[in-house]
Structure formats: C-alpha cells, structure tokens
Nanobody, 122 residues
Framework: QVQLVESGGGLVQAGGSLRLSCTAS????????MGWFRQAPGKEREFVSR????????YYADAVKGRFTISRDNAKNTVYLQMNSLKPEDTAVYYCAADLAIATTEGAYKFWGQGTQVTVSS
C-alpha cells in the first residue's frame, strides 16, 4: 500500500504560478512511478505529467509542456508540480497517483491521493 497526500492548490490569476506537492508513504514508495492527473468540472480525468523515482525521467501532456515542471525530492518522498503561466483552462482538481508501471493512462495507476483544487481566474 502507498498513501499519497497532496497540497498546494488554491486560487491564482491567469499568468500566475502554483506549486503542488505530493508526499508518499508506505512500503516501497520509492519504487513507484508518480503521476499527476487533473479533472475539470464536467470532464474526464486527464494525464498531466509523470516522473520515476529511480532516475527522475519525466513526461508531460502537450497541454502543459513548457509551463509545468515535475520534480522529486527522494529524501522527503515528495513529488512536486510547478505550474507556471497558468491559464483558466488549467482549473481542475489535481490528483497525485502512483503505480509500478510507467504509464499515462488513469487506469494504470493503482494508488491515488484525495486531490487538491486549482482555480485560475481570468
């Protein structure tokens, strides 16, 4: 079992920045791939980014590439999502997820956090 706790959401104006955090705990948490997903009202949950604990390789959805940066702090078992140049369409609940497989699909991730709201005003 892996437990995930997100933090850092909030309200920001368009063009602003936020940093989300996801702290993992549990057995072999550092063996997992960590992903960020988001779900806007009335829409399906979508992939945002992912990172591997062991070598830090990253991958981004086209919608956030160049604006968002995912990183990790192995000592703190924490993954971050730095979000810059935020747009109103980035408004969503952001979820942290973990799994052993390197994937970008929601169904591939077994463990999920509770989500944190990000609202970008125009």
């Amino acid at each position: 079992q892996v437990q995930l706790v997100e933090s850092g959401g909030g309200l920001v104006q368009a063009g602003g920045s936020l940093r989300l955090s996801c702290t993992a705990s549990g057995r072999s948490a550092s063996s997992y791939v960590m992903g960020w997903f988001r779900q806007a009202p009335g829409k399906e949950r979508e992939f945002v980014s992912r990172i591997t604990w062991w070598d830090g390789s990253t991958y981004y959805a086209d919608a956030v590439k160049g604006r968002f940066t995912i990183s990790r702090d192995n000592a703190k078992n924490t993954v971050y999502l730095q979000m810059n140049s935020l747009k109103p369409e980035d408004t969503a609940v952001y979820y942290c997820a973990a799994d052993l497989a390197i994937a970008t699909t929601e169904g591939a991730y077994k463990f999920w956090g509770q989500g944190t709201q990000v609202t970008v005003s125009s």
